[in-house]
């Protein structure tokens, strides 16, 4: 009996990586998500005074600029987040010595 929980509980610390691509790839969609609705909300709020049965030509053109000012804010902190992600030391190769 403790073979087999030893052998289930070594088993526990492989991941299969189709697995594992699949996780990442479903968090990615997440965080598309996320960042859509945000968006969707941010310039909703920005953007509409008044829902009609037609956009006009103002609210259409804050839309776009809502959404395009959106993604470079989304990227410009994406981007920043990695350079200081790539700054700091890794210490996990410290901890292992």
Not at 23 to 45: A, G
């Amino acid at each position: 009996m403790d073979s087999s929980s030893s052998s289930s509980a070594a088993g526990l610390g492989v991941v299969d990586p189709q697995l594992q691509h699949f996780i990442e790839v479903e968090t990615q969609k997440q965080r598309f998500q996320q960042l859509v609705h945000q968006m969707t909300e941010l310039c909703w709020e920005k953007c509409m005074d008044k829902p009609g049965p037609k956009l006009d030509s103002r609210a259409e053109a804050c839309f776009v600029n809502c959404v395009e000012r959106f993604i470079d804010t989304s990227q410009f902190i994406l981007n920043r987040l990695e350079q200081t992600q790539k700054s700091k030391p890794v210490f996990s190769e410290n901890l292992s010595d």
